[in-house]
């Protein structure tokens, strides 16, 4: 099994910055990847950020290309996401998730371990 606790998120002007924390603990081998995935109101849970645990390799959904950084910390256990640029769109609650697969993975599905979820509000 694999704990992910979430922390950071809040309320942010447009424009500003954030940060998210997601501390796992549990089976290593069970996170090999993990990700950052975002809902908003009335919509579906979509893909934002994933990092492979071996070797640090990123992907990010193209709306947050240039402007979220996920990043890993092995001593502490923890993803981040920074998120700069904020946009109203960007308003949602943040889920971290994990998974054992060797390859990033950007589907719901294919994500076994989640977060609480945080949530994230940009105004304009």
């Known amino acids: 099994q694999v704990q992910l606790v979430e922390s950071g998120g809040g309320l942010v002007q447009a424009g500003g910055s954030l940060r998210l924390s997601c501390a796992a603990s549990?089976?290593?081998?069970?996170?090999?990847?993990m990700g950052w995935f975002r809902q908003a109101p009335g919509k579906e849970r979509e893909f934002v950020t994933g990092?492979?645990?071996?070797?640090?390799?990123?992907t990010y959904a193209d709306s947050v290309k240039g402007r979220f950084t996920i990043s890993r910390d092995g001593a502490k256990n923890t993803i981040y996401l920074q998120m700069n640029s904020l946009k109203p769109d960007d308003t949602a609650v943040y889920y971290c998730?994990?998974?054992?697969?060797?390859?990033?993975?950007?589907?719901?599905?294919?994500?076994?371990?989640w977060g609480q979820g945080n949530q994230v509000t940009v105004s304009s």
């Open positions: 998730a994990a998974d054992s697969r060797l390859t990033i993975v950007t589907t719901e599905q294919d994500y076994r371990y």
């Open positions: 549990g089976r290593t081998s069970s996170r090999y990847t």
């Open positions: 990092i492979k645990w071996t070797d640090g390799r990123t």
